[in-house]
């Protein structure tokens, strides 16, 4: 997979860095087109921070090796699930915590998932903005 980029939060239930990532052919479709391919995966896996003084300034935040959490949109242009309750809108949702990796605790996608999704509802769902990898050549 390849890294698209980076969000920190620094406050809050979902504090944390969150990088996400996506696979090499949904990056070059993503350029040629500006959408997402059908069955492209979006992983944004959040990880615990924390901060010290370094030479390049105080209060420097980092990530450390313990994971919060991984969100996961699967692209699904055909609408194949119409009846399950964690696909819609033209996507797969998905929510994995490290105590259980192979357990989806998303129970619906509307309720758990979308709300934070609203703001960017006409780009697809998704906030492009802080991926670089997807304009890059």
Partial sequence: MVHLGSWFVPEGGASGFH?????NTSVAVFRKTGKFPDGATLVK????SKSDNYTTGSGVSYATKDIKQWFVMIKDTKGRFVDNPLWGDGWGWALYKPDDRSKNVATNYKTDCQSCHLPVKDKDWVYTEAYPTLSLE
């Fill in 19 to 23: 990088d996400v990532y996506t696979e």
């Fill in 45 to 48: 896996e959040l990880r615990v």
